[in-house]
């Protein structure tokens, strides 16, 4: 990512944040505490653990493809990607198909990244839970009714990649809303947000848009956190194409 896209974002990150979950999530694999998925073919989620996508898309960039996550209540867990030493905390339970383990509790909610690379990645509840804050609010934003629907940031070049967020259903739901679906209300709909020359430096709109000059802090935020999961990527570097397509797949992309 380039410098400017990317801003001033330390490994610790404020607190509640969530900026560093990834660099923290290299670095739990690095010290033995997580492994990312060892074979694609662990890695095997349904169309209901998506709930969030990011792509960048611009001429000649492929799919684009920056970070999903992806969220699973099932609470058991699996060795599908553990590493030596973690025996004792896994619950060997091949029901788990997002492939990355972590210690075992009663009431835990597996949460995943899938970064640019391909790599399947632990996400702490607490770095969740910004994402979580941030999409939900994201999703109460008002959709712009010019430029087909996009937000636009004022930029003194041309030609710049559009950003774009799929938020899903998935199953982040809490147990509020979760009592809401069972009695029988709509299950709520994919919301996407499109950001046209998005940069972490700058919020401000090209021209007042549904009432704001400035890009609701929400959406900046939220496509800031997203960015990390292109940290050290270019296009030159290999990814793993199949946990990728997976995902694509499941957000309707593939």
């Excluded at 690095?30 to 095997?44: E, I, L, R, V, Y």
């Excluded at 087909?148 to 710049?160: D, E, H, P, S, Y």
């Excluded at 069972?182 to 940069?199: D, H, L, S």
């Excluded at 848009?209 to 890009?215: M, N, S």
Aim: with cysteine; proline share 3%.
């Amino acid at each position: 990512m380039n410098e400017n896209e990317r801003g001033d974002r330390s490994a610790e990150g404020g607190s509640g944040s969530g900026v560093g979950w990834h660099a923290r999530a290299l670095t739990r694999i690095k010290q033995g505490n997580s492994k990312s998925t060892a074979a694609p073919s662990s890695f095997d989620p349904g169309a209901s653990d998506l709930v969030f996508l990011l792509c960048v898309q611009s001429k000649g960039a492929g799919d684009g493809f920056a970070c999903a996550l992806l969220c699973n209540d099932d609470t058991t867990l699996t060795d599908a990607a553990a590493g030596e030493g973690n025996e004792e905390n896994v619950d060997r339970d091949n029901n788990n198909k997002l492939g990355v383990v972590q210690s075992h509790h009663p009431h835990l909610r597996r949460v995943v990244a899938v970064d640019a690379f391909g790599r399947v990645l632990e996400l702490s509840k607490e770095d969740y839970e910004v994402f979580e804050r941030e999409m939900r609010d994201v999703k109460e934003l008002p959709k712009p009714q010019e430029f087909m629907g996009q937000w636009r940031v004022k930029r003194a070049i041309t030609c710049l990649p559009f950003y774009k967020v799929d938020i899903f259903p998935g199953r982040r739901s809490s147990s509020s809303s979760s009592k809401r679906v069972e009695e029988g209300e709509e299950r709520e709909e994919k919301v996407t947000a499109t950001v046209y020359g998005w940069n972490a430096n700058t919020d401000e709109l090209e021209r007042e848009t549904v009432g704001r000059t400035r890009l609701p802090g929400s959406l900046q935020r939220l496509i800031g956190l997203g960015m990390e999961g292109r940290d050290g990527y270019n296009r030159t570097i290999e990814r793993d194409e199949e946990v990728i397509g997976k995902v694509m797949a499941l957000g309707g992309l593939k």
